[in-house]
C-alpha cells in the first residue's frame, strides 16, 4: 500500500508530457510566427519541419540515454557512468548553473510579460517585488512537495493551451489561399537566412531536454520518459505548424511585421475578445514556464549531493 501511494504521488506518462510542454511552451510561442515569417516568407513552413526532425532526432538521444536510468541527475549521471566523477563533476556543476540562469530569465520573461500588459510592472521598485514574490511562490510549491506541484503544472499547462487551440479551431475558418502563395522563398532570401530561422524555430524547442533531470520524480521512468521525450516533441512540433500556418493564412504579409502575431491574427478575426484571449494565454504560458523550470532547476544539485564521490 504504502508502494503504492507513493507511485500515485509520481509522475505519470501525461504529466510528463504536459511537465515538458510547460517547459518548452513559454510566452515565445506567441511571438514566433513573425521572426520566421520575416526571414523566409510562407517558406518559414519548411523551416519549422526541418528544426522538429532535428529536435526530434536529439530527443531520441536523449531518450536512449534516460531509458537507462531511474534517478534525477540526467547528463550528470550519464557523464558519470561514461567518464567518471570528474568529468562528471564539471558537467553537474555547469548544467546546475545553467539551469539557474535559465530559471532566473524565465521569471524575468515572466514579469517583462505582465509588464506588456500593465506598464506597472516595467521598473522600479514594483519590478523587483513582483520578481520576488514570484520566486516565493515557486519555493513554497516546490517545498510543499511533488504532488502539489503536479496539480499546478498540469492546470497551467492545459490552461496555456487553451488560448492555442481556441486560435487554431476558430483561425482555420478565416485562411485565404493567396496567402500561400506563391510557396517559396522570398526574393530577398540569402542561405544563411535559413540556418538563422532554423536556429531560432530550435530554440523555441528548449526545455524538453530538462526533464531526465527529475526522472527520480516520475513512474517507471526508464520506460515512460523515452516515449514522452518522443510524444512532447511530436505534440510541440505539431502545435508550432500549424500556427505558423493560421498566422500566415489570416495575416499573410502582415505577419512579418506584427509584433504580437497571434494576437493580432485573433483580433482580426474576433476583435477584441481574441486579443484579450492570447494576452491572457500570453501570461498563463509565461508562469507556466516559470513553474516548469523551478521544478527542475535544484536537481542537478541533488544529484550531486547523492552521487558524486569526492575521496
Not at 516546490?142 to 488560448?163: C, E, Q, W
Not at 516533441?233 to 502582415?254: C, E, F, K, N, T
Request: charged share 10%.
Amino acid at each position: 500500500m504504502k508502494k503504492s501511494n507513493q507511485n500515485k504521488n509520481k509522475l505519470g506518462f501525461w504529466s510528463i508530457v504536459l511537465l515538458g510542454i510547460n517547459g518548452v511552451m513559454g510566452s515565445g510561442i506567441f511571438l514566433l510566427p513573425n521572426n520566421a515569417y520575416k526571414s523566409m516568407g510562407t517558406a518559414s513552413l519548411l523551416a519549422f519541419v526541418f528544426a522538429s526532425f532535428l529536435v526530434l532526432l536529439i530527443a531520441l538521444v536523449i531518450g536512449e540515454n534516460a531509458s537507462l536510468f531511474k534517478e534525477d541527475g540526467g547528463p550528470y549521471l550519464y557523464t558519470k557512468e561514461a567518464f567518471g566523477n570528474f568529468v562528471s563533476y564539471e558537467v553537474g556543476i555547469l548544467n546546475w548553473l545553467a539551469q539557474i540562469f535559465v530559471l532566473a530569465t524565465v521569471v524575468n520573461g515572466f514579469i517583462t510579460t505582465l509588464a506588456g500588459i500593465s506598464p506597472v510592472f516595467a521598473g522600479g521598485w514594483i519590478k523587483t517585488v513582483a520578481i520576488m514574490m514570484t520566486f516565493l511562490v515557486l519555493i513554497i510549491l516546490n517545498v510543499r512537495g511533488l504532488k502539489l506541484t503536479k496539480y499546478v503544472n498540469n492546470l497551467m499547462t492545459f490552461s496555456k493551451l487553451i488560448p492555442l487551440f481556441l486560435f487554431l479551431c476558430i483561425g482555420i475558418f478565416f485562411l485565404k489561399g493567396q496567402n500561400f502563395q506563391p510557396l517559396t522563398l522570398p526574393q530577398s532570401f540569402e542561405p544563411s537566412n535559413f540556418a538563422q530561422t532554423v536556429f531560432l524555430i530550435f530554440y523555441a524547442f528548449g526545455g524538453f531536454e530538462a526533464l531526465p533531470l527529475v526522472a527520480g520524480e516520475m513512474e517507471n521512468p526508464r520506460k515512460n520518459l523515452p516515449r514522452a521525450l518522443i510524444v512532447t516533441i511530436s505534440l510541440i512540433s505539431v502545435i508550432y505548424i500549424a500556427l505558423q500556418v493560421v498566422s500566415i493564412g489570416i495575416l499573410g504579409p502582415d505577419l512579418a511585421t506584427s509584433v504580437v502575431p497571434i494576437q493580432d491574427a485573433f483580433q482580426r478575426i474576433l476583435g477584441p475578445i481574441g486579443g484579450i484571449v492570447v494576452a491572457a494565454g500570453t501570461i498563463v504560458a509565461s508562469a507556466g514556464a516559470s513553474v516548469a523550470t523551478a521544478f527542475w532547476t535544484p536537481r542537478p544539485a541533488i544529484a550531486l549531493s547523492k552521487k558524486q564521490n569526492v575521496t
